[in-house]
């Protein structure tokens, strides 16, 4: 029997995370833990077609959470195809920010394949064969166990680079026991789901009430009542 639905796991870890809020604009902070959008941006970097969706179902907070203040340069204009020059000594300033450092996660996702009637584009590769949801689930598989990726997964902003490790079903248990979850509860209110691209005329922002019980943070559905938007 086919389903069209299958849960994975990819323990993530970096030295560095910026998962911004959006509600400060100018200087950048941090949330204090990865958001679902985040966590979904790191499947995708390893595995991602037009036939599948990513949902994020559980967050387990492996190490303590610390913040650290940072500053950097940044330039106030970018460089047009019609203005390739762009002098960093006339245009940068300095921001300041926010941020976490030595963050680890072991992330659950859903992937859900979508049947060609259901998609919005559909892509046809000639000559790789019939679709299937198994097709999909292996072809993650493969990539995640070798590390393979689109493009470098990041924590939040590319300049915080993640490293991830692939967690079968089967040996989960095990990794709990060698990585285990931060005993610690905390309620960290609202914050970042994801963005709602169906939205018209521009994507608009989703958000949800994140709880951690005893390191793990539980996230529900897109379409719960949960998610607000």
Excluded at 8 to 37: D, H, Q
Excluded at 171 to 195: K, S, V
């Amino acid at each position: 029997m086919s389903y069209s639905k299958q849960q994975f796991c990819l323990r993530v870890w970096g030295p560095l995370a910026s998962f911004n809020r959006p509600e400060l604009k100018v200087e950048r902070m941090s949330y204090e833990v990865i958001t679902p959008s985040a966590a979904r941006a790191i499947f995708s970097a390893v595995f991602w077609k037009p036939a599948i969706l990513w949902h994020i179902v559980q967050i387990e907070v492996l190490n303590p959470i610390q913040m650290i203040s940072i500053r950097k340069s940044e330039t106030v204009t970018l460089a047009f195809p019609r203005k390739k020059e762009v002098y960093i000594e006339d245009v940068h300033q300095q921001k300041s920010g926010i941020c976490l450092r030595d963050v680890a996660y072991r992330i659950h996702a859903e992937m859900e394949y979508l049947s060609p009637e259901k998609r919005k584009q559909d892509h046809p590769v000639p000559g790789s064969g019939p679709e299937t949801p198994e097709k999909y689930f292996s072809i993650f598989v493969r990539r995640a166990t070798r590390g393979q990726v689109f493009h470098q997964p990041y924590l939040g902003t590319r300049e915080c680079a993640a490293y991830f490790e692939y967690i079968p079903q089967s040996a989960i248990r095990r990794d709990r026991t060698e990585h285990p979850a931060i005993p610690e509860d905390r309620d960290f209110g609202l914050m970042l789901y994801d963005m709602d691209f169906d939205a018209l005329p521009s994507p608009m922002p989703m958000f949800y009430h994140a709880v951690m019980k005893q390191g793990v943070i539980d996230v529900p559905a897109a379409d719960s009542e949960a998610v607000l938007r």
